[in-house]
């Protein structure tokens, strides 16, 4: 009786490890399939992004936001409701906001403005009388500012990253692979701007949607110059029957002139900024230590400068 448990207990443990062996070829075979799965498709996902805690707390604050949406309706002041659209599209809906939520946040800033500059008075901190005005201004104005500083940067980075993407789709495009496809799998290497407007457009593309409306819609999202050019000489490019993949050639060399243009520009803007730097505030400082070191001296009754540091 002793031998046959034995011999049952030995079985069952058998069965167990060739159980577990099996269920951990499954996994192994499944976590290849989605490796192949996601190297030989691509789904645009502009959700996907790993959750900070940053993006924690200004969820959380958003959520306040929604409270005072309908205030910040009313209260419109260089953010009208269409301009508010046609900004946060540039910018890329940044966590998430709609245009009532953001109405309801610059709001909500104003009012934590006015809570911050109410306590400093209460305190007595110093300039409390002009913070409890200030730092509702900010509160309302900084939103409206970051969101267009917000739309302004995303353009620029948009336009610095199109130069690289039309040489790769140019080489793509000339070895015979078709636009589509060329998209598919060359916008997934990318990141930023140029990975969430091209792969929206796949999208649009995928579910039916006309590929010239495709494009004008593109064209109302962004306002980078070179994006725009790119995009309308796409559409007149499909129109007369010209090789996509000279466009894009031709587009790539013409955007890198530009971006050199760009580049000298900023240079030339930096120098007078840096003289300036030098003129009121290197000098002055330097000139104030000398003549400090100069004055020591001579307090100290040092025929030598240098016998100060002895």
């Known amino acids: 009786m002793d031998g046959l448990l034995v011999i049952i207990i030995c079985l069952c443990l058998i069965f167990l490890a060739l159980s577990l062996k099996s269920f951990y070829n499954y996994l192994q075979s499944k976590a290849e399939l989605r490796e192949e799965i996601k190297e030989k498709t691509f789904i645009y996902d502009a959700l996907e992004h790993k959750i900070t805690r940053k993006d924690k707390i200004i969820s959380k604050m958003l959520q306040y936001a929604d409270d005072f949406s309908s205030m910040g309706q009313r209260i419109n002041f260089f953010s009208e409701n269409e301009d508010i659209q046609k900004k ?21 800033l104003m009012i934590v403005g006015l809570l911050i500059g109410g306590i400093s008075l ?23 500012l970051w969101l267009n500083q917000k739309a302004k940067n995303r353009q620029e980075e948009l336009s610095f990253q199109l130069p690289d993407f039309l040489d790769t789709m140019s080489v793509t495009l000339q070895a015979g692979v078709g636009l589509d496809q060329a998209l598919r799998d060359i916008v997934p290497y990318f990141e930023g701007p140029i990975k969430t407007e091209f792969g929206r457009f796949i999208q649009e593309t995928d579910v039916g949607v006309p590929r010239a409306e495709g494009y004008r819609s593109l064209l109302d999202r962004n306002s980078s110059k070179e994006f725009q050019m790119l995009i309308k000489s796409l559409i007149q490019g499909e129109k007369l029957g010209v090789p996509i993949s000279r466009t894009f050639k031709h587009q790539a060399g013409e955007m890198r002139k530009i971006k050199k243009e760009k580049i000298k520009e900023q240079a030339a803007k930096a120098s007078p900024k840096v003289t300036l730097i030098t003129t009121f505030i290197v000098m002055p400082s330097a000139l104030a230590l000398i003549g400090g070191l100069m004055a020591i001296n001579l307090f100290n009754d040092n025929s030598n400068l240098f016998n100060i540091f002895k």
């Open 122 to 144: 209460i305190l007595r901190l110093p300039f409390a009388e002009v913070a409890v005005i200030i730092y509702p201004v900010a509160g309302f104005m900084g939103t409206i």
């Open 88 to 108: 946060l599209m540039q910018a890329g809906f940044p966590y998430h906001l709609t245009v009532e939520r953001f109405q309801g946040l610059k709001i909500f």
